[in-house]
C-alpha cells in the first residue's frame, strides 16, 4: 500500500502564498502628485520712463530676453515731468535724474554721471584732455530752461540772449563759437554734432541717476524689471 503523502516530497514545488502574505507585501499605493502651480503673469505692456540722456537699453535687452511675451514701452521723460509721469500712472517705472522728491516713491539710486563741458570743435579748450572750473574763466556759459546742471562757474558771464528752450538748442549756439554747454556726459553724447566738442570737466557736480516706482504700486513686471536693473537673475529670489 502507497504512504500518503503527509507533507511536501524533495525536489517537489513550495505551497503557494496565502493571498494574506502576498497582499503584505505589496508596496502601499502612491499618492496622485499635485497639480503644478499656476504663476499668472500680467499681460503688460511694462511702460518705462527715461529722463534725458539716461539708457536703459542694456535692461531692456535683458527684459526681451527673459519676459518675451511681455511688451515694454518706453517712454522719454522732462526733467520737470518725471516725477508727475509717476504719480500719474503714466509710467510704471522709470530711470531718473536724482534728487527727485522721494513722497510716495521708491527710489534706488544707481550710479553718477559726471559732467562735461560742450564748446565749439575749434575752441581754445579742446587743447586739454580734461578741464577744471578755473579753465572756464571768461567763456560764457549757457543755460537751457530744461538744464539739468545749473553751476557756479566763478569768471564767467550769461549770454545777453534769451535761454534756449532745451539742452539741443543750447548745444547748437555753443556750435557758433558763442559760449559754452555743461551737462551730464550722456547729454553731450546724445546731441553730439560734427562742429562741437566735449571735454570731461572734472570737478564739477556728479549727476546722480536712479530707478524709481510707486510706493503703491503692486505689480510683478515692474518687480521684475527692477531686478533686472538691480542685477538679479531669472533664478534670483528677492
Not at 494574506?20 to 508596496?27: F, N
Not at 509721469?85 to 503714466?90: G, I, K, V
Not at 538748442?169 to 562741437?196: C, E, F, N, Y
Not at 536712479?210 to 504700486?217: E, L
Amino acid at each position: 500500500m502507497a504512504k500518503a503523502s503527509g507533507g511536501s516530497q524533495r525536489g517537489g514545488r513550495r505551497p503557494a502564498r496565502t493571498s494574506a502574505g502576498t497582499a503584505a507585501r505589496k508596496s502601499p499605493a502612491k499618492k496622485p502628485m499635485a497639480a503644478p502651480e499656476t504663476v499668472s503673469v500680467p499681460a503688460g505692456p511694462l511702460r518705462v520712463g527715461a529722463a534725458p540722456g539716461a539708457t536703459p537699453g542694456t535692461w531692456i535687452d535683458r527684459w526681451r530676453e527673459r519676459m518675451p511675451g511681455t511688451p515694454l514701452q518706453l517712454v522719454p521723460l522732462t526733467l520737470s515731468g518725471q516725477r508727475d509721469a509717476l504719480l500719474s500712472e503714466t509710467v510704471d517705472v522709470a530711470l531718473v535724474r536724482m534728487p527727485i522728491e522721494s513722497d510716495g516713491l521708491h527710489i534706488i539710486p544707481l550710479y553718477a554721471e559726471m559732467p562735461v563741458v560742450v564748446c565749439a570743435s575749434d575752441s581754445h579748450l579742446t587743447a586739454a584732455d580734461e578741464l577744471r572750473l578755473a579753465d572756464l574763466a571768461g567763456e560764457v556759459v549757457i543755460v537751457s530752461r530744461d538744464a539739468i546742471l545749473t553751476p557756479d562757474v566763478p569768471d564767467t558771464a550769461t549770454g545777453a540772449f534769451a535761454p534756449p528752450e532745451t539742452t539741443e538748442d543750447a548745444i547748437a549756439l555753443v556750435a557758433t563759437g558763442i559760449g559754452i554747454v555743461i551737462v551730464p556726459m550722456s547729454l553731450a553724447r546724445l546731441h553730439h554734432r560734427r562742429d562741437t566738442a566735449w571735454r570731461p570737466l572734472a570737478d564739477g557736480s556728479l549727476t546722480p541717476v536712479g530707478i524709481a516706482w510707486r510706493k503703491d504700486a503692486d505689480s510683478a513686471l515692474v518687480d521684475t524689471f527692477v531686478g533686472i536693473v538691480r542685477g538679479r537673475t531669472a533664478n534670483t529670489s528677492r
